[in-house]
């Protein structure tokens, strides 16, 4: 299969599609969301996750006043509401206001969840590096709660949840979850048998 060369401005992450998340602070005494698409898990033991935040971004003033934050997983219903937070700065217009948002605050008290959010993590900040356009945020999970009618057999239920994508290329577009392609940890094994 022929490979094409991509200049490095182009496309910032090779698979061009990622979870969509809102990322909680409260700055100045009141709560506030940014939307992120980079992120992912930094360490499973402990539950760690990597969150990078332009250094402009007005959450991130939040994020180092407390060192915590939450994280948020919107469902498909909310792609209106995360696009919001991710196109205006919270240093303008209260989000809150503006998306309707119920907040309540977990384990962490300075990391506002938003209850229209099935899934909502509490953080505390572990490490920030800075590594150029970006902070990356290195924060300790703390608390995870997903919403009641999201659940299957005790477990959270990605049918339930429908979490959504963002598509960088070459589309810039919000996707929902795809189609069943097989079973993680067992797809796989029939390579195995046929080699």
């Known amino acids: ?6 200049d490095l401005g182009s496309m910032l992450f090779v698979a061009p599609a990622m979870p969509v998340l809102l990322v909680g602070a409260d700055v100045k005494g ?5 939307t992120v698409a980079w992120s992912g898990v930094a360490c499973g033991e402990p539950l760690m996750l990597s969150i990078p935040i332009r250094h402009s971004r007005y959450t991130l003033k939040g994020v180092k006043e407390h ?11 909310m792609v209106k509401e995360a696009d919001f937070c991710g196109i205006f700065s919270g240093s303008k217009v209260d989000k809150v206001k503006t998306c309707n948002f119920s907040i309540s605050y977990g384990k962490v008290a ?7 959010c099935p899934v909502n993590l509490s953080c505390s900040v572990k490490q ?4 150029g356009s970006h902070v990356l945020v ?4 703390e608390e995870i709660m997903v919403s009641e009618n999201c659940m299957t057999d005790g477990k ?3 049918t339930k949840i429908k979490p959504f994508l963002y598509v960088t290329t070459p ?4 996707l929902g979850m795809g189609e069943y392609l097989g079973d993680a940890f067992s797809v796989g094994k029939s390579l195995h048998n046929s080699a």
């Open 1 to 6: 299969m022929k490979k094409i060369g991509l």
């Open 138 to 141: 290195i924060g300790a999970v």
């Open 67 to 77: 060192n915590t934050f939450s994280v948020n997983v919107p469902s498909a219903n």
């Open 156 to 158: 959270p239920d990605v």
């Open 171 to 174: 589309t810039r577009q919000y």
């Open 128 to 131: 920030m590096l800075d590594l």
């Open 110 to 116: 300075s990391a506002p969840f938003i209850e229209q």
């Open 30 to 34: 009141k709560p506030n969301f940014l």
